[in-house]
Structure formats: structure tokens, C-alpha cells
């Protein structure tokens, strides 16, 4: 028989003091595949983990890339303003082509808790866009391969953690080979050697079963391939949890147990941390328990935990709830179709889950479609909901998010029987990890005294900060913000000898990262044909693709303040240049030496590194003074050679990084656009900071580029306060007569 639960409580927990307190950073790249030489713009996000609000618990977003054998290759700090913040980065000529992972950390978003995954932004960087093409058919004949060679596996969920003997069960099944790629399969379930069930895989290799488990018999799941996998034991008694339905206003969950003792339990659901409800009851057999939807007032992952009377989890079902608790985008151009060089529009519509328009804040990128690179695509939602929530690499996670998709409901509850399925872990509270970054420039002096400590740049900008009795002082980031690229510090005080130290944050996020699991989104690279894309002049004449530009080579240089320490150096040597252009008391060289008996009352030069000088050497010889070396030339001076370190060592002086400098992205001039000059531009919009009105309308405006092909735009959209969405838009550039 079964009853229906009567006793239920339902409470919010405080946000105070919950498990979870860190905050998240999203990483929006302006697309996903860049060229060597190329900026990559980018917009971040830091949310409160738990609600998805904006946070402004730090103001520093530390950014790092690393190659696809795990070397850093970029390493910058960028300023956090209630919890936005946006910027580039540079893709240097010299970058090996290949995957590149952008990082993203900042002092409320990485402790020292090392059960912490990583969750990065996978890109491509390639030196031409249509080396895609043999990359994808490569990695088409390699999956190809593996699909043949590889190892493939295939695993069984008992829905709730376990089998329990005589409890009808759900089991979902998950297929992959290779890395973790999806397998479609069809099978059978075997009882005692004879058919029971017939098995397909419904999405992405994952699908379920049902059966009624007895341990006096033996199952096994026979695939057509012959391949044959056991299920996991099952248990003689215990209590099975399992979700009968989820409607838009209550989920439906059966508790059974094999007999009708009584059981006290308690059903526990929490989202991101935080309890949502509790219902208590005695189980005799089998009970429904419905769950209020609304109770769950934010779309993502439930948690749903059974435990015992004493508190043990014995069961626990991931649910996802609310999918349609997001912001709806409504973007579209004035036309499908732009002439090379026309002016065009976009315009978007913000609304909320109940379709009034709302104030809210996007990020846009348009670009060449050939620009997408699918094994790395992710967007808000998919991040956020679902690479945050649970453990393990995502295949094609924006499919869960795309409502052209009917069935994509279905597969993301797969999702959550298969890759969110948890045995007994529940009670493990999360660590409580340790804050390592600190969201200014820290240091101390090694010599502890109350100082002021000057920082200021080669273009003389300058600020005073004050240590503390400890000689500990950092610069915040208010300042940082004026102080951007490199910038020098130095303590005032010059008795007992200062002796600065600074923290490096990379160094401690180099070291707190080691180890930690890192999850990416997967799909395949889908074999397609980029091409050449021609790039044609006013005139009708194709721009030559294989003619390359390089700018002169720069000598390398030193900055205001290093060359005016160095000019202390060089003056502390003796030697000096007069006003004739000779140098004196270098190398014995001299136009006006000691013993000369006419005194030298002009101006003494600094002489300068790497410059020509007249040389002499004054002898008496008869009644005359003759220069011995008048015909060896002048001389070139060379001077001592200082390194910046010791320099800087010398003076008591340190050179460290403020916040990466800003740039604006490149939106031509008309003046620019001259006929004769081709316009290859492969981005023809960026826009991280668009708002919209009250009606939750906003508008922007590009100009297409020459290059003729189908260009997407990405729009992801955020209200500050939790609600988040994301859509994305095309149209073509044609090549007019």
C-alpha cells in the first residue's frame, strides 16, 4: 500500500553561515578561436556561488592561459567593480597553435580547499582561421580510430545509490569510449541468462532501464556488441529513493523499503548549499512525498538526501529544477543580409521568467562564424547551472540550455541520473578553504618599522601608502587602477636600510592549483570547410592572402627612471664628455687631464652608452702638446654595465604589475575605410557593458567588414541578481557588385 506523507515542513535557510561562502568567476571570451597576433576582449562575472548575485567581495580578477601541456603563458591582473570587469589579451605571434585554457581567479573565489574543481574556458589559437579546416578532418579521422582502438566503458546508476532486494528500481546507463565520448548502444538486461529488458541509449549514450532486482538471481546487461557489464549488488534491506515525476508545480518522490517496518526519515532537498525543505515520516512499505516546486524559488541542480532516523543518508536523487527561471533575449538584426562596409543594427529585448522587460546588463560579440570552436563552447547557463554544479567534463552542455531542443528536459534529467549520481557523500560538509589573494599589491619590510612607501610610473604618476608597525602595507586597488602596467615602489625611510618583499599572488595560485581537477565542456570537432575567405578592395581586387607585413624590429629600451639611475652610474665612473664631443677619464682617454696646464671651465656631459666620442691622449713632446691617438678614431663608450635588478637593488627600489592597461576595441572610421584598403576584420562587434532600458530594450550598431561570409552574434545577459540568459543571433555579409 502506499500513503502519502502528511507531515511536511518547509523552510529558506539564512545565507549566513552556509556551507558554501565562496563566489564564482564566469569568463565570457569575445569568440573561440583566435589568431596569432591577435586580441582576445573578454567579459567576467564574480557571483555569489549560492544565489548568482553580483558580488563585490573582491576587486581583483587574476587571469591566467596555459597551454595544452599546462605552461602559463599569460599572467595579468584586471580590476573587479562590483563584481564586472572586463579587458584583453594579447595572442603573441610567437604562441604554438594548439588549445589554450583561460583561467580566471580572484581572492573570494580561490581558497587553499583543494576538493575545489576548476572550471576553465577552452580556446584554439591558430595562425590562419582556415587551418581549421585539416584540424577538424584530423580530429574526425581520430575519433574515428578511437571509436575502434579505444577503451570503452559503460557504467550503471541505480537511481537513489543502491538496489535493494524486491524494490521495482530505475537504472541509468551511461556509454563513452576514448575521453569520455559519447557511445550510442542498444542491449538487453539479462536475469538468469533470460531477456527482461531491451536497452537503447537515448541521448549522448546515456538511457535507463527498470527492473525488480532479487538476490537470489544474477543480472547482467548484454550489449549487441556482446560486451556484458554486471549490475552492482543488491542490498537485502534499506530504504530506495525515486522520483516518480517533476510537473511545473511539485516533484513527486516514492520511498520504499522490502518490509513494513516502521522507519523514521527525514527527506532533505538543498540547492548550491542552501536548505529549500525538510519532510519528516515514518515509512511502513512504500510512501509518496510531494516537494512544492516553489519552494525552490531558482532554476538548477536539487539536491534530494533520505536519511534515516538517525540522521544517516542512505539515498540521495540530483533533480533539476526551474529551467525556465532564466531571463528571456530576444536579439535580431534590421536584415539577414549586409553589403561589405554597410552600416547594420542589432537589437535586443530583456524580459523576465514572467515576460515583463527589465533592466539588464549584456555582453555582445559578433564574429565570423569559422570563429566558433565547438569542443570549447559554453555559455552562461550552461557554466553556471550545470559545469559549477557537478563533477566531471560536460558533453555539448549548451544543448541542456537551448530550448529548440525538445527533448533536451529529458536528457538533462539522464544527466542527472548518470553524471550527478552520488552514493553516501552528502554528510561530507565542504572544507572550509583558507583565502590566499588579496585584491591589492601586498608586501612588507623585512627591517618592521611605520614608514610611508612611495609607488609611482616611468610617466611620474605617484602615491604614498603607509605600512603599519609591522612594515606590512598594501596598495589597493583604487590605486592600482591609476597605477596600470609596470610601476615601481621604494620605502622612504632610509635608516635601518630598508628591505622590501612582495607577494606575488601567481606564485600562490601556481602552487594551491596543483592537483585540483580540472573540467572542461566536450564535443566533437564536426568536419567542416572554413576556406579562404577573400578579402576584396573597393577596385574588385583580391587582397593577396600569403603577403606578410612586419614592422621594423624595435631595439630594446629602458624606461625614465631606470635610465636616470643608470645615469647616476654612469657619472659615479668619473668619466664625462666636454663640450668639444671628447671624452675624459675613460680609459686613460682624456681631452683635459689633470696635468694639462690649461683648466677646463665648461660644461661636463653625461656621456651616453653606445655613442662615438673623440679620443686623446695628451703628451709633451718639443714645445707642444700632441694627441697620441688622433688617428685611431674616436672611441665608442661602453660604460659599466648595471642590470635593472641590481639597479633597483641599489636604490631600494622594487618593479612590480598594476592592473593590465586598457584598450578600446577597434570600430573603423569612415575616413579609414578608404577603397584602396582592405578591411579583413574577422570581429566586427564587441560590447562587454551594454545596458538596457526600462522597457528592456538596447540597441547597437557595426560595419561589416570585407570578408563575405556568415557572421554570429552572442549575446549573454545577466540582471545583477541572479537571473541570467543568454541567445545568439546570424546574418550574412555578401560581396556586392
Known amino acids: 500500500m502506499i500513503r502519502t506523507i502528511v507531515f511536511i515542513i518547509f523552510w529558506f535557510a539564512s545565507l549566513v553561515g552556509c556551507a558554501q561562502t565562496t563566489d564564482l568567476l564566469y569568463i565570457f571570451p569575445s569568440k573561440e578561436v583566435y589568431e596569432t597576433g591577435e586580441d582576445m576582449w573578454f567579459k567576467a562575472y564574480l557571483m555569489d556561488r549560492q544565489t548568482f548575485a553580483l558580488s563585490d567581495r573582491s576587486q581583483t580578477l587574476y587571469l591566467q592561459l596555459r597551454s595544452e601541456k599546462g605552461d602559463v603563458v599569460w599572467s595579468e591582473k584586471y580590476l573587479l567593480t562590483a563584481g564586472r570587469g572586463d579587458g584583453h589579451v594579447y595572442i603573441g605571434d610567437k604562441w604554438q597553435q594548439g588549445e589554450y585554457l583561460i583561467e580566471g581567479y580572484a581572492r573570494s573565489s580561490f581558497t587553499t580547499d583543494s576538493t575545489l574543481a576548476i572550471h576553465p574556458r577552452r580556446i584554439r589559437v591558430v595562425d590562419r582561421v582556415s587551418q581549421m579546416d585539416s584540424i577538424s578532418s584530423e580530429a574526425v579521422k581520430q575519433d574515428s580510430i578511437e571509436k575502434i582502438t579505444a577503451k570503452h566503458r559503460f557504467d550503471l546508476f541505480p537511481e537513489g545509490g543502491q538496489l535493494i532486494d524486491g524494490i521495482p528500481s530505475v537504472v541509468a546507463f551511461k556509454a563513452t569510449y576514448g575521453n569520455g565520448m559519447p557511445e550510442d548502444v542498444t542491449g538487453k538486461v539479462l536475469e538468469n541468462g533470460q531477456e527482461i529488458a531491451a536497452i537503447n541509449s537515448i541521448h549522448d549514450g546515456m538511457g535507463t532501464f527498470t527492473l525488480t532486482p532479487h538476490r537470489d538471481k544474477e543480472y547482467q546487461v548484454q550489449l549487441s556488441d556482446g560486451r556484458t557489464y554486471p549490475l552492482p549488488d543488491i542490498q537485502l534491506s534499506g530504504m530506495a529513493l525515486r522520483v516518480l515525476r517533476t510537473s511545473k508545480t511539485a516533484i513527486t518522490v516514492l520511498i520504499s523499503s522490502p518490509d513494513s517496518i516502521a522507519r523514521p526519515f527525514t527527506l532533505t532537498t538543498k540547492m548550491r548549499g542552501m536548505t529549500c525543505s525538510k519532510a519528516q515520516g515514518t515509512l511502513r512499505g512504500k510512501q509518496t512525498v510531494k516537494l512544492p516546486i516553489k519552494e525552490f524559488n531558482m532554476q538548477g541542480v536539487a539536491e534530494i538526501t533520505l536519511t534515516d532516523g538517525e540522521g544517516r543518508p542512505v539515498a540521495e536523487r540530483l533533480v533539476y529544477v526551474n529551467p525556465t527561471q532564466q531571463l528571456t533575449v530576444t536579439a535580431k538584426t534590421v536584415q539577414q543580409r549586409y553589403d561589405r562596409r554597410e552600416k547594420g543594427k542589432a537589437s535586443f529585448q530583456i524580459t523576465d521568467p514572467s515576460g515583463k522587460p527589465l533592466k539588464a546588463e ?121 597605477l596600470r602596467g609596470d610601476f615601481y615602489i621604494k620605502a622612504l625611510r632610509k635608516k635601518p636600510k630598508p628591505k622590501l618583499l612582495l607577494e606575488n599572488p601567481f606564485d600562490s595560485i601556481d602552487f594551491y592549483q596543483r592537483g585540483r581537477q580540472r573540467f572542461l565542456p566536450m564535443s566533437h570537432l564536426v568536419e567542416t570547410e572554413y576556406g579562404e575567405r577573400d578579402v576584396i578592395d573597393g577596385f574588385g581586387t583580391v587582397v593577396l592572402d600569403n603577403v606578410l607585413v612586419t614592422a621594423k624590429k624595435q631595439s630594446p629600451y629602458r624606461d625614465k627612471v631606470i635610465e636616470d639611475l643608470d645615469s647616476v652610474i654612469l657619472m659615479d665612473t668619473g668619466a664625462w664628455v666636454c663640450e668639444h664631443g671628447f671624452i675624459n677619464d675613460y680609459h686613460g682617454y682624456s681631452h683635459h687631464p689633470s696635468y694639462y696646464p690649461y683648466p677646463y671651465f665648461g660644461k661636463r656631459l653625461k656621456p651616453k652608452r653606445g655613442e662615438l666620442y673623440g679620443r686623446c691622449l695628451l703628451e709633451w713632446h718639443g714645445d707642444r702638446w700632441w694627441n697620441m691617438v688622433c688617428k685611431m678614431g674616436p672611441v665608442l663608450y661602453e660604460g659599466p654595465y648595471v642590470t635593472d635588478k641590481t639597479l633597483l637593488e641599489m636604490n631600494n627600489m622594487m618593479l612590480t604589475r598594476g592592473y593590465y592597461p586598457k584598450r578600446e576595441f577597434y570600430e573603423p572610421d569612415p575616413i579609414d575605410l578608404t577603397p584602396t584598403m582592405p578591411d579583413p576584420r574577422n570581429t566586427l562587434q564587441w560590447k562587454p557593458n551594454v545596458l538596457t532600458d526600462e522597457n528592456g530594450k538596447a540597441e547597437i550598431s557595426f560595419t561589416a567588414s570585407d570578408v563575405n561570409t556568415e557572421f554570429i552574434g552572442i549575446v549573454e545577459a545577466i540582471d545583477g541578481n541572479g537571473l541570467m540568459g543568454c541567445q545568439t543571433f546570424t546574418f550574412r555579409v555578401i560581396r556586392n557588385k
Open 362 to 482: 549584456l555582453a555582445v560579440s559578433i564574429f565570423d562564424k569559422a570563429y566558433l570552436y565547438q569542443p570549447g563552447h559554453e555559455n552562461i547557463l550552461s557554466h553556471c547551472f550545470l559545469a559549477e554544479e557537478i563533477r566531471g567534463n560536460i558533453f555539448n552542455p549548451t544543448y541542456y540550455f537551448d530550448e529548440r531542443n525538445d527533448d533536451r528536459l529529458l536528457a538533462l534529467n539522464l544527466l542527472m541520473m548518470t553524471q550527478g549520481w552520488r552514493r553516501y557523500v552528502w554528510d561530507q560538509q565542504p572544507v572550509q578553504g583558507r583565502t590566499i589573494l588579496s585584491d591589492g599589491i601586498a608586501g612588507r619590510d623585512r627591517a618592521p618599522k611605520l614608514q610611508f612607501i612611495q609607488a609611482f610610473t616611468p610617466s611620474s604618476d605617484t602615491c604614498l601608502v603607509m605600512s603599519d608597525s609591522l612594515g606590512r602595507f598594501e596598495i589597493e586597488p583604487l590605486l592600482l587602477d591609476h
